[in-house]
C-alpha cells in the first residue's frame, strides 16, 4: 500500500521512479529465451534476428547518424549499433546531459529502425579514451593500470572501486534515461556494456595492492567451478595466471555495471571480444599475448568459461570478427557458440562477412550479425558490403521462419570455399546437391584448377531451410540446388510439385514470380540461383 501511495506521488528513489514512469502499455520488454541448448532473440514478443551494423566510432552524434539513414535503408538493416559516451554525456562529473542521446534515438525510430547501444565507458578497444576529462586528468582519485614497470597505461585499473562507482553511477543514469524515453516503444533492444574491454599495454595491474592479491589464492569457488586446482593464481592458471586475474576482475567489475543498469531497466546485456591467443590473434606480426596483440582480461575464447561463470549479470559474449580465413571465422564461431551462451556477431569487417553471414544463421543460430563501419560511404551504402545487404534482403522476410528452425537438423548453409566448388546436404527426405556457379569464373573448388591471380573471393552462398518433409525455402546466390529422395530410400527420383520466388510478409508467402527451373536436361528437379539472388519456395513429390 505504502509503495503504491509512493509511486502516486512521485515519492521514490531512482529505482522507483523509473519503474513509475512506465507507460501502461509498454510492448513487451527484449529478452533472450532460452529452450533447451537455443537461445531465441524476442522482440516485442516475437522471434527476431538482428541483421545489423555498427557505425564507425566517431559517428555517435545526431548530425552523423542523420546523414547515414539513407546508408542504413539501403543496407536492408533492421537494426543499428552506435556509441554511447560516457565524456559527451556526462561532461561535468555529476551533470548528464542527453540530448543527442534522445536525438539519436527519435530518429532511429522515425526510420522504423532498432538500436543497439553501445557504452564507451571505462573501456575502448583496451584504453580509456573515451572518459571524461575529470576522470582523465585526476589519476590518483581515478587509478590506472600500473605496468610490470611500475608506469601508469591510458587503461583505468579494473582493480579500482572508485573507478567502478563512477562508471556505474553514469551507466545506471543512461539506464534510468533510457527506461524513461523508450519503455513504450523499445527502441532499443539490448546494451553493449564497455567495449572491447580489457587493458593493451599491460597483462595486469602491477600496482602493489594487486600484486599482494595476484600472490594471494585464486577465489576457491572460482578454482573448483573451472575445475582448476585451488591454491594461488600462478598454481590454478599456469601459463594463463596473469590474464586469468585480470579477466576475474574486469569480469567482476563490468558485471555489476551491468547488474546496476539490470535492476533499472533489464534489456539484454553483452560484452563484445577483441579476439587473440591460440590462433585467433588479430595482430600477426606481434606475439600473440594477453595485453600485446589483444587487450587483456576480456573475454576471449580461453577466457570464457571464467567470464561465463563469473558474469552472470552479461546475457551474451559477443566475438567481434575481422577474421577473413574461413578456417578462424569458423573456430570463433565455434568457441562462442555454446549452451551458455548465443552466436552474435556484432562486429566484422567486409569480404568473407557475406558468407559469413549464412554459416553464423544456418550453422549455429546466430541471433545477430552487424558489419563495422557501416556508415563509411556517407549516406552511400559501401560497395564492399553490397554483399551482406543483398543477404539481408533475401533474409529479412523469412526471419521468423528461420528463426524458428536454428538450431535443427532442418536449417543448413552451402558456402563456396576456395576448393570447395560444391556441397552435399542431407535433409530428413532429401539428399541436396549445391553447386557454385560464379558468374564469369570457375567455382573456387573446380576439380584441378587453382585460383588465377587476383581471382575475386569465394562468393556464391545458399541457405536452405526444410518447411517440411518435401517442401523447402531456399535462398542465396550464384548457385544451382538439385533434390534426390535421401540415400537408402525406397524412391529412386523426385520431382517438382511446386517452384516459386517470393517473400513473406506477416508470416504469409507471397509469391512474385514462378521460379526458374531446368527445362528437362537434369537428372533432377533443380533450380538456379542468380548473381542478384532469390529467395523461393519449392514443393517436391517423390516416385
Ligand atoms: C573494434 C572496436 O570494437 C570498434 O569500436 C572499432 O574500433 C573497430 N575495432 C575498428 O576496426
Not at 47 to 66: A, K, S, W, Y
Not at 127 to 153: C, E, H, Q, Y
Request: glycine content about 10%; some cysteine; aromatic content about 12%.
Amino acid at each position: 500500500m505504502r509503495k503504491k501511495l509512493g509511486r502516486a506521488l512521485g515519492f521514490c528513489g531512482v529505482l522507483a521512479c523509473a519503474a513509475s514512469l512506465a507507460p501502461a502499455q509498454s510492448k513487451p520488454i527484449p529478452q533472450l529465451v532460452k529452450q533447451g541448448d537455443k537461445f531465441t532473440f524476442m522482440v516485442d514478443g516475437k522471434p527476431f534476428i538482428m541483421l545489423g551494423g555498427q557505425v564507425g566510432n566517431f559517428t555517435g552524434f545526431p548530425d552523423r547518424m542523420e546523414s547515414a539513414w539513407p546508408a542504413f535503408k539501403a543496407m536492408n538493416l533492421n537494426t543499428v549499433e552506435y556509441p554511447v559516451y560516457w565524456n559527451v554525456i556526462e561532461p561535468v562529473e555529476g551533470k548528464f546531459d542527453f540530448s543527442g542521446f534522445d536525438q539519436i534515438l527519435r530518429g532511429l525510430r522515425a526510420q522504423g529502425l532498432r538500436a543497439v547501444i553501445l557504452w564507451f565507458g571505462t573501456w575502448k578497444n583496451g584504453a580509456m579514451d573515451w572518459t571524461p576529462n575529470w576522470v582523465k586528468a585526476d589519476p590518483k582519485r581515478f587509478p590506472r593500470v600500473l605496468d610490470s614497470g611500475g608506469k601508469p597505461i591510458r587503461v583505468l585499473s579494473p582493480m579500482s572501486r572508485t573507478n567502478l562507482e563512477a562508471d556505474k553511477k553514469a551507466y545506471s543514469a543512461m539506464m534510468t534515461h533510457l527506461r524513461q524515453i523508450d519503455e513504450a516503444d523499445r527502441t532499443v533492444i539490448m546494451v553493449q556494456v564497455e567495449n572491447e574491454p580489457g587493458s593493451l599495454g599491460s597483462v595486469r595491474d602491477f600496482s602493489p595492492e594487486s600484486n599482494k592479491l595476484f600472490n594471494g589464492p585464486a577465489p576457491a569457488k572460482l578454482a573448483a567451478g573451472l575445475k582448476k586446482k585451488p591454491g594461488t593464481w600462478k598454481e590454478a592458471f599456469g601459463r594463463e595466471a596473469d590474464e586469468a586475474f585480470n579477466a576475474y576482475y574486469l569480469s567482476s567489475y563490468i558485471n555489476e555495471v551491468a547488474q546496476a543498469g539490470k535492476q533499472i531497466y533489464p534489456l539484454p546485456t553483452y560484452v563484445n571480444v577483441w579476439n587473440g591467443g591460440y590462433g585467433t590473434n588479430d595482430n600477426w606480426e606481434r606475439f600473440d599475448r594477453p595485453g600485446e596483440s589483444y587487450p587483456s582480461g576480456g573475454a576471449v575464447a580461453h577466457m570464457l568459461d571464467l567470464w561465463k561463470a563469473n558474469a552472470p549479470a552479461i546475457d551474451a559474449i559477443a566475438s567481434d570478427i575481422y577474421h577473413q580465413s574461413p578456417i578462424t571465422y569458423l573456430k570463433i564461431l565455434n568457441s562462442y557458440r555454446r549452451p551458455d551462451n548465443p552466436l552474435l556477431i556484432v562486429e566484422t569487417g567486409s569480404g568473407i562477412a557475406g558468407r559469413a553471414f549464412f554459416y553464423a544463421m544456418a550453422d549455429f543460430a546466430g541471433i545477430g550479425f552487424a558489419p563495422f563501419g557501416i556508415d563509411g560511404g556517407g549516406a552511400n551504402p559501401r560497395p564492399d558490403m553490397a554483399a551482406v545487404a543483398a543477404d539481408f534482403r533475401l533474409f529479412k522476410t523469412a526471419i521468423p521462419v528461420i528463426a524458428g528452425l536454428q538450431g535443427t537438423p532442418r536449417l543448413k548453409a552451402a558456402v563456396e570455399e576456395t576448393g570447395i566448388g560444391a556441397r552435399n546436404l542431407i535433409f530428413s527426405d532429401y539428399d541436396v546437391l549445391v553447386r557454385f556457379h560464379p558468374r564469369g569464373r570457375q567455382p573456387a573448388g573446380a576439380l584441378g584448377q587453382t585460383a588465377a591471380a587476383g581471382a575475386p573471393e569465394p562468393s556464391a552462398r545458399v541457405m536452405i531451410a526444410e518447411l517440411s518433409a518435401d517442401e523447402f525455402l531456399v535462398m542465396g546466390f550464384e548457385s544451382s540446388v538439385e533434390w534426390r529422395p535421401v540415400q537408402g530410400s525406397d524412391y529412386t527420383a523426385a520431382q517438382f510439385s511446386e517452384v516459386e520466388e517470393g517473400y513473406y510478409e506477416n508470416g504469409a508467402w507471397k509469391t512474385t514470380v514462378l521460379g526458374t527451373t531446368s527445362q528437362g536436361d537434369y537428372t533432377g528437379p533443380m533450380v538456379n540461383l542468380s548473381a542478384q539472388g532469390a529467395l523461393m519456395r519449392v514443393k517436391l513429390m517423390k516416385y
